[in-house]
């Protein structure tokens, strides 16, 4: 199964140390997606499943002040028997959630989903907006979308480390 591991750039440094992601976490196209997203192929139920996790993404970064203000996603090919699904299709917040059974090896990260640079900006006041737009403020909301309009740039696995230089 395909997950979307949210993370920054400073937890993507550690996993790279460690040789594994150590998300608890994630997100894929489960079944309460395919019920909740019915029309869509499954390209656009993995997008989904990859904006849901770069939303996640944004938490991480509302609660480390220190990274940099970019949204990072990982995806990792994961055996089925490894991930447990958490979200249910009446859940408008979490269908696409994941429990993750343990670490994922590094050699599972197919791909990085990573904000461009010059996105910072919007990424920053999007990670501090994002609680009070959680709690139902539509200025706030307004502004999260603002990031989540922005285009996560695609790196292949290997060039992981490369990623990190260049932040």
Same mark, same amino acid.
């Given at each position: 199964m395909r997950v979307y591991v949210p993370a920054t750039l400073p937890l993507l440094a550690t996993w790279l140390d460690a040789g594994a992601v150590s998300a608890p976490r994630g997100r894929a196209v489960t079944p309460a997606v395919r019920e909740w997203y019915s029309g869509g192929d499954e390209e656009e139920l993995e997008f989904s499943a990859l904006l849901d996790a770069a939303t996640d993404s944004l938490g991480l970064?509302?609660?480390?002040?220190?990274a940099p203000r970019r949204r990072l996603v990982l995806a990792a090919d994961v055996p089925d028997r490894d991930v447990r699904a958490l979200g249910g299709p009446l859940d408008d917040e979490t269908p696409s959630e994941v429990e993750l059974a343990g670490p994922v090896p590094l050699s599972a990260v197919v791909s990085a989903h990573c904000d461009e640079p010059?996105?910072? *900006?919007?990424?920053?006041?999007?990670?501090q907006a994002l609680p009070a737009a959680r709690a139902g403020d539509e200025d706030a909301a307004f502004v999260v979308d603002g990031a989540?309009?922005?285009?996560?740039?695609?790196?292949?696995?290997? *060039?992981?480390?490369?990623?990190? *230089?260049d932040a």
């Amino acid at each position: 199964m395909r997950v979307y591991v949210p993370a920054t750039l400073p937890l993507l440094a550690t996993w790279l140390d460690a040789g594994a992601v150590s998300a608890p976490r994630g997100r894929a196209v489960t079944p309460a997606v395919r019920e909740w997203y019915s029309g869509g192929d499954e390209e656009e139920l993995e997008f989904s499943a990859l904006l849901d996790a770069a939303t996640d993404s944004l938490g991480l970064l509302a609660v480390d002040g220190a990274a940099p203000r970019r949204r990072l996603v990982l995806a990792a090919d994961v055996p089925d028997r490894d991930v447990r699904a958490l979200g249910g299709p009446l859940d408008d917040e979490t269908p696409s959630e994941v429990e993750l059974a343990g670490p994922v090896p590094l050699s599972a990260v197919v791909s990085a989903h990573c904000d461009e640079p010059e996105a910072q *900006e919007a990424v920053r006041a999007a990670a501090q907006a994002l609680p009070a737009a959680r709690a139902g403020d539509e200025d706030a909301a307004f502004v999260v979308d603002g990031a989540e309009d922005g285009d996560l740039l695609w790196f292949d696995a290997r *060039e992981l480390r490369a990623l990190l *230089e260049d932040a």
